[in-house]
């Protein structure tokens, strides 16, 4: 009689990585739905785009490695990277710019740094960067306008589809964002005037504030089913608030404290971009820092950069401290009186 | 502060399928005896007993075989009467599957379904009236080990070198499937609690807490019934949530008192001892009973055993005759493995010869369904699951990479000494990534860096001393052969002084005298055949064989006494032998061209 012996534990939970990619997409959904809803279809189709691109440059890269295709593409995190970036992206961008973000996330965040695990970087976020910087004219003129603004209903799927896949242009229904809309227009108008335009008279409850309220639900799901933790996000959303609490008092010469929180993509970001485990820190305490460095940084590009957002710098440069962060925000372990820091061990530890 | 309600809780862990009302519905049995027992003579990873009966002695059931010299080693009792068929190599409880050294014991008569015990432990009724001195000589006199985990000998936890205020009951049995504790509890609570006032009067301790999960309502009320009929305000009963790995030593001490045993320590040093149930019901059995540990409950469960429950099997039992009795057949295509202990930190074992041990408190027989084999690992999402899943706050995935990177200092930092090898990172990892295996390999790799670097610091130390050594000779060499120099330096200028020439010709003539000797040898060697004589090369041969038939003596006197010498001697007697070869070829020789018949 042959008897395996392998080794403890002999069971195991069965939970695999499609499952938890699977929970994190079902995540997004309600987010994706009230954009649908408010901005038409450009976040569907968007999303259409991307995922396959993902999945056929993932596929590809598989094919170049010569691993095996189907059982990487099942895992879901390739179409996870295509749908965070089409909820990131302007709904009304031409289909390249998709193309270009989505292909460049996978070949060169994911896969060049080793594929599944191994990004430094968040993908979705390096490659926002890389089509916000270079193709600044689509990225900034390709937002939506919600039907309650603009009075316009908004474009059919067939209209939507053939705008960005630019065949025909649907035109006058993009605006700036809300974030960028206030920050530019407050230099002339006081907070009152403001709320009296178009963009923001529908009273607090506006289009991007639902948005927010989708995502930040589809994060508490999340941490529900325990798939990320709470350090994160709270960190992100306290970094914007201690930078806004004193400097966007003076809602007449700053975007308000509200506006940060439930407008741009600040929800998005703490739930779904800076709980990415792979470019995140490691430890709860690192998340916590890091989500606090993303919130902070993210205050202050906003506030005082050129950027109507932020989200996306502000992670990947947290992604670069996350190796620092771990080093110094170890858990102190079972019977230890403090944690170990740093990295030499010391002398006496053994 | 024990005294509370207060409950501290357990930091991560899981909650896996507990799988434990299989096994634990029917009362306990008895297993029939089996022919022979197989008592390994290290039951622990302590140092080996030495036996005290010899193959063909017949011995009784708790009669002692074997004592240890050392306190770590476990006494052995025989399990079975019969006769001592063999002291050889035998396989036993261990993962690697190697052998150690067993008492091998055939039963006498295999038609009887009791067999007779030893009875030089007298039953002590009186205990409380021992002094404790004789209580703790008991306790060693009857073998008992710890049967929870380790294995480690129970008497040493009470030799009192450090003073304990509180003993912890650990009727936790977190692993899933098992539930022998339970049963114990069920059945046996006035024993166990006599157990506990056993070692509480040991301890000298003033307080008892017994844990128990919360999954475990029947053994929860017999203890609480046990502590109410004795009434004794020392002890106390806590139900714990369940939870995996609360019955860990150290976490099961953190739930119930806060407390953490400082990282490398044992609970003794925070004033506590911990000790199983089945422990400190064998401690009552050999106090009051006179009982050594011949026989344990095991728990055999899995969908392969057709009656799962919780059987008294004799320590020493091999698997086989266990599964057979249970009809089970280890020709069972569908066993394909057999897990010692639980499913979360227990062994496989290499083949079913292995037999029971003093810690085994499960035998978990899975069919394929029932536990598959682990899927093929996927790449590490970095997910975090582990971390929240950790008992010790760990960072598991950064363990993982440090493991796969061979980093062991980086492994170090991370705290991979502290890990208990739970498995319940490995349980929730979504890529099944075999963690527990990666850091048992991490710390291995660890510990033999550890020796090889103990071991290079001594050869450099013994290599530079010997450099120091050479050097002083060196030094001392060239001091002398200066000092020489200097001497001859004098010696030449006196010379010089004094001009003497006979000097120089005494020189010249001992030359040419040393010149001439050296000639005549060389032509004496030439000329070695004419000059030749019969007898002188007959008196050659003779020598040569005496030297030979000398060293010959000699080389057999060195190798009987092992000396050092042997290896010069073999070569001085090849030597002599070529020797004497040469001398009795030139005698032929010299015959056959003198035709001396002589």
């Known amino acids: ?350 | 502060m024990s005294r509370s309600d207060k409950l501290w809780s357990l930091v991560g862990g899981v909650h896996p399928p507990e799988n434990k009302g299989q096994s634990n519905r029917q009362p306990l049995q008895h297993l029939p005896l089996s022919e022979t027992v197989v008592l390994p003579l290290q039951q622990s990873n302590g140092i080996p007993a030495e036996p005290t009966v010899a193959v063909g002695d017949f011995v009784v059931t708790g009669q002692l075989i074997a004592i240890g010299k050392h306190p770590i080693a476990t006494r052995l009792h025989a399990t079975l009467t019969g006769e001592v068929i063999a002291i050889e190599d035998h396989v036993f409880a261990h993962p690697s599957g190697i052998s150690v050294p067993s008492i091998i014991i055939k039963r006498s008569d295999l038609h009887a379904s009791t067999d007779t015990h030893d009875s030089s432990l007298e039953p002590w009724y009186n205990w409380e009236q021992l002094p404790v001195d004789a209580l703790l000589m008991r306790i060693e006199a009857a073998g008992i080990s710890g049967l929870g985990g380790a294995g480690f000998p129970t008497h040493i936890k009470y030799l009192g070198q450090r003073p304990i205020h509180t003993l912890i009951v650990n009727g936790i049995e977190c692993e899933p499937y098992i539930t022998a504790d339970d049963r114990l509890m069920r059945e046996h609570a006035a024993e166990i609690i006599t157990g506990i006032q056993i070692a509480l009067r040991m301890l000298s301790a003033q307080e008892a807490i017994v844990g128990i999960e919360d999954n475990k309502p029947e053994a929860i009320s017999a203890i609480r019934t046990a502590i109410t009929a004795v009434n004794d305000a020392r002890l106390v009963l806590k139900v714990i949530p369940t939870r995996y790995p609360s019955g860990g030593e150290k976490q099961l001490l953190y739930i119930l008192t806060g407390e953490e045993v400082p990282s490398g320590d044992i609970p003794a040093s925070l004033g506590y001892v911990i000790q199983n149930v089945g422990t400190l019901f064998a401690m009552q059995q050999a106090v009051q009973l006179g009982q050594p540990l011949i026989e344990r409950v095991v728990t055999l469960t899995g969908d392969a055993v057709a009656a799962p429950g919780n059987y008294w099997i004799r320590i020493g039992t091999p698997i086989d005759a266990v599964l057979e009795m249970v009809g089970l057949t280890t020709q069972d295509t569908d066993i394909q493995r057999i897990i010692m202990g639980g499913p979360m930190m227990g062994f496989t074992l290499p083949n079913a010869q292995v037999p029971v041990s003093k810690t085994t408190n499960c035998l978990l027989i899975p069919t394929k369904q029932e536990m598959p084999d682990n899927p093929e690992a996927d790449p590490c999402i970095r997910c975090g699951l582990c971390e929240q899943a950790c008992p010790v706050s760990l960072l598991p995935q950064k363990l993982y990479w440090n493991a796969i990177n061979r980093e062991w200092d980086q492994a170090q930092l991370n705290s991979i000494q502290d890990c208990i090898e739970c498995g319940a990172c490995s349980w929730v990892c979504p890529s099944s990534i075999p963690l527990v295996q990666h850091y048992r390999f991490t710390k291995a790799e660890i510990k033999r860096e550890a020796v090889e670097t103990v071991k290079a610091n001594q050869s450099r130390i013994r290599f530079e001393n010997r450099q120091l050594r050479l050097e002083k000779e060196v030094a001392e060499k060239e001091i002398k052969r200066q000092a020489r120099a200097a001497q001859a330096a004098q010696a030449q200028s006196v010379k010089a002084q004094t001009g003497d020439t006979q000097l120089d010709t005494s020189a010249k003539d001992a030359i040419l005298a040393s010149v001439a000797r050296a000639k005549a040898k060389k032509n004496s060697q030439v000329a070695v055949e004419p000059k030749d004589s019969l007898e002188s090369l007959q008196g050659a041969v003779t020598v040569a064989l005496q030297a030979v038939e000398k060293t010959k003596v000699k080389l057999a006197a060195a190798q009987a006494g092992g000396l050092p010498s042997v290896t010069a001697l073999t070569t001085a007697l090849e030597k002599l032998e070529k020797r004497a070869q040469v001398a009795e070829v030139a005698l032929a020789t010299y015959i056959e061209k003198t035709g001396d018949p002589s």
């Open chain 1, 1 to 350: 009689m042959t008897l395996l012996q392998p080794s403890s534990p002999h069971v195991t939970s069965r939970k695999s990585i499609s499952s938890v990619m699977f929970w994190v997409i079902n995540a997004t959904l309600p987010g994706l739905a009230v954009l649908t809803y408010f901005y038409g279809w450009g976040y569907v189709i968007n999303a259409l785009i991307a995922i396959a691109t993902a999945l056929a440059s993932e596929a590809g890269v598989m094919a170049l490695r010569k691993r095996p295709i189907g059982r990487t593409l099942k895992d879901g995190s390739a179409a996870l990277t295509g749908l965070l970036l089409a909820l990131a992206l302007p709904p009304m961008a031409p289909w390249w710019i998709m193309v270009v973000a989505s292909f460049f996330a996978i070949v060169f965040v994911k896969h060049l740094y080793g594929g599944l695990g191994q990004n430094l970087f968040n993908p979705a976020m390096a490659a926002f960067a890389l089509v916000l910087i270079s193709f600044p004219l689509s990225m900034t003129t390709s937002w939506a306008t919600p039907e309650a603004i603009s009075g316009h209903a908004l474009p059919s799927f067939t209209a939507q589809l053939k705008n960005n896949l630019e065949i025909t242009e649907f035109d006058g229904v993009t605006m700036a964002t809300p974030l960028d809309h206030y920050k530019t227009k407050i230099k002339r108008l006081t907070a009152a005037e403001l709320s009296k335009s178009p963009e923001f008279k529908q009273g607090p409850l506006y289009a991007i504030v639902w948005v927010n309220i989708a995502f930040l639900l589809g994060g508490l799901l999340l941490i529900g089913k325990r798939l990320i933790t709470w350090h994160a996000p709270l960190g992100v959303l306290l970094g914007i608030t201690i930078l806004a609490l004193p400097f966007s008092a003076d809602t007449d010469i700053a975007i308000p404290i509200s506006l940060h929180l439930f407008g741009g993509a600040t929800m998005l970001g703490a739930f779904f971009i800076a709980t990415d485990p792979a470019s995140c820190a490691t430890s709860n305490r690192g998340k916590f820092i890091f989500g606090l460095g993303v919130g902070l940084l993210t205050y202050c590009i906003r506030a005082w950069g050129n950027y109507p957002d932020a989200i996306a710098f502000s992670v990947l440069l947290m992604n670069i401290a996350a190796p620092l962060i771990d080093h110094y925000t170890r858990p102190r372990t079972y019977g230890k009186t403090k944690p170990l820091k740093g990295y030499k061990l010391p002398e006496n530890s053994q």
